[in-house]
């Protein structure tokens, strides 16, 4: 496990369990959290390759209760770009 320390949180990332193929911008993978289970996204692209985009969705979706949207608990960059589900 390896742990990620944002703003919101501490999260343990699972580099070992994988969420579906990568993508992209990234992969998405297993970790918890004080929450209990979540998903982490962790971007492999740079800020010059539309990076701050994904931040920009990380910030504007940061705790809002949406129908069909998974919530977004936490955003930031540690090593890399990471969002958390």
Known sequence: MTEIRLSRGVWQLN????????????QVFRGEGAVGPVAIKRL???AEAAAHRE???GQAF??????????VLDYGQDVAITIIW
């Open 15 to 26: 580099e070992e369990s994988v969420l579906g193929k990568a993508g992209g911008f990234g």
């Open 44 to 46: 492999t692209i740079t």
């Open 62 to 71: 940061v705790d809002r209760q949406l129908k069909h949207v998974v919530p």
């Open 55 to 57: 931040m920009n969705i």
